[in-house]
């Protein structure tokens, strides 16, 4: 692992023109990984464009740099012939969208920090035991002497804060703490990048909220909550499935629930299922038993059909399966 | 500063019996500082006593040692004749509930992080630059060269994660996070916290969320945000005055508020009034208007009246603050 580490700081330190290119539905630590890298490399007085196949959710524009990412459409690769393609945080060909087809032409470094990456870079630093990809970026920088001013450390920060569910998650280890540390004494505000991204919820939201909480309900004493929304409660209130991509968490944060589920329907007929558990409920079984697929502590799976009919046989499908636990 | 600390650890390295004391009301930070100092002293074998006036939140007996602090009727503080009564978090003698009537006879250290402390020990160690008192105790403990084992370092975590809002308030600095590095490092694991605290709500107070989102509107072209309940709203959902603690947190976190409101009588004709500001709007001055108190993005008062009547009346004064600002 030094190894491929000191080997892309080595490449990165010789090239003069390089494209740094994010995954699809980028989050906060793809954005954060990709404009550091590009930050930290302009620096250097290298030739620099960084790039995602994705429009850019409109809140990370709060971060005025975000601004300097292309998109596709932006740039001819071939033209700008880049002397290497670095990607972060995509764990394989597929997540870097339209780009993919250019990467056998090219020289590719893949830094990512999911177990689950394919490889598919030149040389490729793969490492899980980081939260975020944006730490491996900071080690990077740092290691290439990149100086670190208020905005890149701002900037490098978001990646962990986001990665990590502002601290809340289990990933959240002293490293992570460290890093965020020294990212303050370098002029980083924490407290901005929350503010930025959680308080930034709509009114109608917080009534697509409220609908789902009218909706929810308790079984097996306690241990199983679950909610829906439908195709009609997102018309209603303005909202797409964007707005609710935290409500099953919320869920699954009611005391004594072991297993949260919820249901949307935000395409008619096309019913997405979230499954989370707390501690030991593996909710994967459930998903694969319904074609789906996941983790023990998060799953998923999409269903056609009728949303009333769904969720009833779902519940009853999770519910049986508590009984065998128990 | 560094004299009072000094002083301190020179005093407490000598006492053989303690008294460890903590507030009424008593938050994270206090019972994490309380139960720290208390396990501190105990494992370098000084007998120590740790008490709080005021009944525990029963979640926080999720963290077992909990059960060490006694209330003011377990003890008998001329029997026990401590050497020393360290007093932590409390910024005035009123702050110790019945506790305060003894102070007089004993020698009496205070720690606290509160600028608005009154110096009211005979040592006094009061710095407003650490987010949580449980800082200090980190900082007492390590110079007496407590061992920190894993549970002591869950412990003295969560003092620093409560009084920083889980690492979300601006008083979350470099020093924040290097002191919970190092507590990981010790065998802490900040998520376990999160979840104790976070993850354990009961479906009643979803509801009552539910029906304050219901109540809620916007004013000023959607700066002012504000809800409301009513005693009826408690006892219908069988919830009590602590279970919307976070809401006027809920309401500024819309996006584009600047100034939220949250009315909730839980005595009939009691109305109690938080109200919260993002960035410029002084709130303190509508609070003091109406005889109050606080600061400029966090202030309250309770007026009694009828709810209906007090919320047109409280809104239209702070929409009368807000036209005088624009």
New interface residues.
Partial sequence: MANEFLNIVGTLNEAQKILVVGHIMPDGDDISSVLSLFLGLKSLGKQVVAAIDWKIPSYFFEIEEVKYIKNYEEIDVYDFNPDIIVILDASSPDRVGRFSDVLNDFKVIVIDHHATNTYFGDINWVDSTYAATAQMVLRVNKELQVEYDERLSLINLMGIETDTG?????N????V??D??SL??LGA???FI??MI??????EQ??L??RM??N?K?ECD?KL?YSYLSKKDYEEFNCTDEDSGGFVG?I????GVEVAIFFYEYVKGEVHISFRS?EWFDVSKVAFTLGGGGHPRAAGVTLNGNLEEIVRDVVKLTKANFDLKS
Avoid: C, Q, T
């Fill in positions: 502002f601290f809340r998650y289990s959240a280890n002293e490293r703490f460290r965020v540390a303050i004494s505000k924490p407290d929350a503010r959680l308080e930034n919820r709509r009114l917080f009534k909220l409220s909480i009218d929810l308790l306690g909550a919320e699954r944060s009611i005391k707390k």
